[in-house]
């Protein structure tokens, strides 16, 4: 069966967003590449040792569009997605109570991450909750908040946020909802790393950001996100890179999506030299 499209172009995987359990998501996201979390893990590692360096001790970081707890797991278990692939991979018998069990013991054995409190937030419930009962997330929003305001509940995790990050969601959120996570907390604005295809790019965000204080840059560097699911997608792309101008050969042309890393940091804060 061909891969849907979105209307942006790219494929849509909103089927395997939506189940009990990771193990049909980290077998797709295996089939095409999928390693933009792995490339992101030392530049998330990065921020928050100059978090630490900044005197947030105990740092709290929010992974928007965690889905199932992809980030978490990969820095709590210290390992890479192939890994993860096969770690859930080899359980095809396994029920997902099974799984969160052996999630939870893993994470007794590990700590990849000691100090560091891990929130994720996700529009998808099963995936969200998944990482929550297998501990890979202290705490978890299930919110869309391109679509309405936090509830109070929501606004109060949302104002202890640290450091926001993001693989691969850019694009489903926009500057609606990083502005709403910003107006969380008016005395506490988090520090952000967002990694985004280029064919969606940050310009708006970026702008919306400013509004509220930030000042963003852009990484060097390019950072392979995933193979084409298919030539449909691979057509589109091209084609809204071309009318944004921007040069996809030897990069997109070559059969990958590619991403930036923009990280913003509020302009008054002292230690936010990048
Ligand atoms: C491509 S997946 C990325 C998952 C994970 N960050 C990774 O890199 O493996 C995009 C995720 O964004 C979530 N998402 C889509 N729209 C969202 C929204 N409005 N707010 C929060 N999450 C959203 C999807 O449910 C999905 O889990």
Not at 68 to 95: P, Q
Not at 127 to 136: C, N, Q, T, W
Not at 154 to 183: F, H, M, N, W
């Amino acid at each position: 069966m061909p891969v849907p499209l979105h209307t942006t172009g790219k494929a849509s995987f909103d089927d395997i967003y939506h189940r009990p359990d990771p193990r049909e998501y980290y077998a797709r996201m295996r089939e095409l590449n999928y390693r933009i979390p792995e490339l992101a893990k030392p530049f998330f590692q990065q921020q928050i040792k100059e978090l630490r360096a900044a005197g947030v001790e105990h740092p709290t970081v929010l992974d928007i569009g965690c889905s199932y707890g992809v980030n978490a797991a990969l820095l709590r278990f210290d390992t890479t997605m192939s890994e993860l692939a096969d770690h859930y991979g080899d359980s095809a018998d396994a029920d997902r109570h099974t799984l969160v069990a052996r999630d939870q013991a893993r994470l007794a054995d590990c700590e990849g991450l000691p100090g560091v409190r891990l929130v994720g937030m996700d529009v998808s419930h099963d995936a969200v909750s998944y990482a929550h009962a297998a501990g890979l997330l202290h705490d978890i929003v299930h919110a869309d908040l391109e679509a309405a305001e936090p509830t109070e509940a929501q606004r109060r995790t949302l104002a202890s946020v640290d450091l926001v990050i993001s693989t691969g969601c850019i694009g489903y959120v926009t500057e609606k909802t990083l502005g709403r996570l910003v107006a969380a907390n008016p005395d506490r604005r988090p520090w952000m790393a967002h990694f985004v295809l280029r064919m969606f790019g940050f310009d708006d965000i970026a702008a919306q950001l400013a509004e509220l204080g930030y000042r963003t840059v852009r990484a060097p560097g390019l950072f392979e996100q995933r193979r084409f699911a298919s030539d449909a997608e691979r057509t589109q792309v091209l084609n809204t890179l071309a009318a944004n101008g921007i040069d996809a050969t030897g990069c997109e042309t070559d059969g990958w999506l590619y991403a930036n890393l923009y990280l913003s940091r509020p302009i008054d804060d002292h230690e936010a030299e990048q």
